[in-house]
């Protein structure tokens, strides 16, 4: 996940940049939450899959806030 230093940004659950293992077709929900977001800026959250060492970008999404 990347976002501006200054915003307060969280995720609930597995928390950021913790590998977890889910089985076949399991969805799990996910809470953002993104507080002291006041000026202008991007908000990237990635999904990966790691094997062994090396993890591939499978998915994701970025929030755009306030955009020119």
Not at 9 to 37: H, R, Y
């Amino acid at each position: 996940m990347t976002a501006p230093a200054d915003w307060e940004v969280s995720i609930d659950s597995f928390g950021v940049g913790k590998p977890f293992e889910l089985k076949p077709l399991e969805q799990v929900p996910v809470s953002l939450t993104i507080g002291n977001a006041f000026g202008r800026g991007v908000v990237t959250l990635s999904q990966e899959e790691l094997e062994g060492e090396k993890t591939t970008l499978i998915g994701g999404l970025s929030l755009r806030f306030r955009p020119e």
